[in-house]
C-alpha cells in the first residue's frame, strides 16, 4: 500500500494580496477583527524594532487573514507582500513568530530602500474581542493602547493614552482617535479647505453661519480652523476652542488682523498664553492668495502639529 506523504503547509500557503490600500490604524484593526467575526484566521503584524532608519514609524501595523488577504503598512510598500506571506505561515502553525527585514536579516534578497532593518512581530490572534475594545475606544474618540506579551502570546486591551514602545518584555501599541478639523468661514475658502482635509484623513465638522462648537467637539485630537475675513464673527468660536484642549487653533487675516484679534480676546479675560495658542496667520506660509494654495498651507500646517503629539 502506497504511503502519502502530506505536503509541507509553508508550501501551499496562498499568495497573498491586498485587500485594500490604507495606513489607518482604524481601518487595519477593523479589517482584522471583521476577518475573525467571520471565521477567517487573522494575524496582526506589528513594526517593534527599527536599525537605521525605515520608511514608517515603531508600531506601525497590517493584518493578515489566513487567505492571503492583507491591509496596512509596516514599510514603503516594498516587502508588504513578503510579510503577509510569513504572516500565513504563523496563521497555519498557529505560532506566533518575529520576522527581521533588510539590515540584520537572514534575507539577503530583501533590502529596504532607507538601508536600514526592521524587525516585525507576527501575532496569531484569538478573538476579535480584545480589538473590538480598541476600536470601540476609538469610537468614542478616546485612546487605546494593546499590549503585546510576545512570551504568553497575548494581546490584551488598556485605555488611556500612551506611545508606541517596548514596556519591559511587552510592547504597546497606543493608538489616538481619528483627527478631526473643525472648520467655519466663508464657502471658498472653507469649501476647499474641507476637501483638502477630508482627502488627508480628516474627519471634517463644518460650523454653518451663527453655530458654535460644542464641547464634545473640542478634544484632544481636533483642530480648529477659522477663515473668515470678519473677527467679531470669530470671535464666540474662538472663546470655546481657547477653553478646550484642541489641539491646534488657527486663524485667517494678517498680522496686523492678529494684534486687533487679540485685543479683544483680552477683553474677553483670555490671557497672553491662550492667545499663543493661535496660529495667525493660519497656515505653513501666509501669503496664499488663492483657496488651493490656502488650503495645502492649512492642512499641511494642522498635519504638522499633529505630528508634534505622537
Known amino acids: 500500500m502506497a504511503v502519502r506523504i502530506a505536503p509541507d503547509p509553508e508550501t501551499l500557503a496562498p499568495e497573498p494580496r491586498a485587500a485594500f490600500l490604507s495606513d489607518d490604524a482604524i481601518d487595519i484593526l477593523a479589517f482584522a477583527a471583521d476577518a475573525l467575526d467571520q471565521g477567517h484566521a487573522a494575524a496582526l503584524v506589528t513594526l517593534v524594532e527599527i536599525r537605521g532608519g525605515a520608511a514608517?514609524?515603531?508600531?506601525?501595523?497590517?493584518?493578515?487573514?489566513?487567505d492571503g488577504l492583507y491591509c496596512g503598512y509596516v514599510s514603503g510598500g516594498c516587502t508588504e507582500a513578503a510579510v503577509a506571506a510569513d504572516a500565513v505561515i504563523a496563521l497555519q502553525k498557529g505560532l506566533d513568530r518575529n520576522l527581521k527585514l533588510g539590515e540584520g536579516s537572514p534575507f539577503f534578497d530583501i533590502v529596504l530602500p532607507c538601508g536600514g532593518g526592521i524587525t516585525l512581530a507576527i501575532h496569531v490572534l484569538r478573538d476579535a474581542a480584545v480589538l473590538r475594545l480598541a476600536l470601540s475606544a476609538l469610537q468614542r474618540r478616546t485612546a487605546a493602547r494593546l499590549r503585546y506579551h510576545p512570551g504568553q502570546q497575548v494581546l490584551s486591551f488598556e485605555p488611556g493614552a500612551g506611545t508606541s514602545g517596548w514596556e519591559g518584555e511587552s510592547f504597546v501599541r497606543a493608538y489616538r482617535p481619528k483627527q478631526r478639523l473643525?472648520?467655519?468661514?466663508?464657502?471658498?475658502?472653507?469649501?476647499?479647505?474641507a476637501r483638502v482635509a477630508a482627502a488627508s484623513g480628516y474627519e471634517v465638522v463644518t460650523l454653518e453661519r451663527g453655530q458654535t462648537p460644542t464641547p464634545d467637539q473640542l478634544d484632544a485630537d481636533t483642530a480648529v480652523a477659522l477663515l473668515f475675513h470678519d473677527i467679531d464673527r470669530e470671535l464666540p468660536?474662538?472663546?470655546?476652542?481657547?477653553a478646550a484642549p484642541v489641539f491646534y487653533i488657527g486663524a485667517l487675516g494678517s498680522r496686523r488682523t492678529h494684534v486687533k484679534r487679540c485685543?479683544?480676546?483680552?477683553?474677553?479675560?483670555?490671557?497672553?498664553a491662550a492667545l499663543a495658542r493661535i496660529k495667525a496667520p493660519i497656515g505653513i506660509f501666509d501669503k496664499a492668495r488663492d483657496s488651493h494654495a490656502l488650503a495645502l498651507s492649512v492642512v499641511a500646517d494642522i498635519a504638522a502639529a499633529r505630528l508634534r503629539l505622537e
Request: glycine share 16%; no cysteine.
Open 56 to 66: 514608517r514609524a515603531i508600531g506601525a501595523q497590517m493584518a493578515v487573514r489566513g
Open 182 to 193: 473643525l472648520l467655519a468661514g466663508t464657502p471658498l475658502e472653507a469649501g476647499t479647505v
Open 237 to 242: 468660536m474662538l472663546d470655546a476652542a481657547l
Open 263 to 272: 485685543e479683544a480676546l483680552r477683553a474677553h479675560g483670555h490671557g497672553d
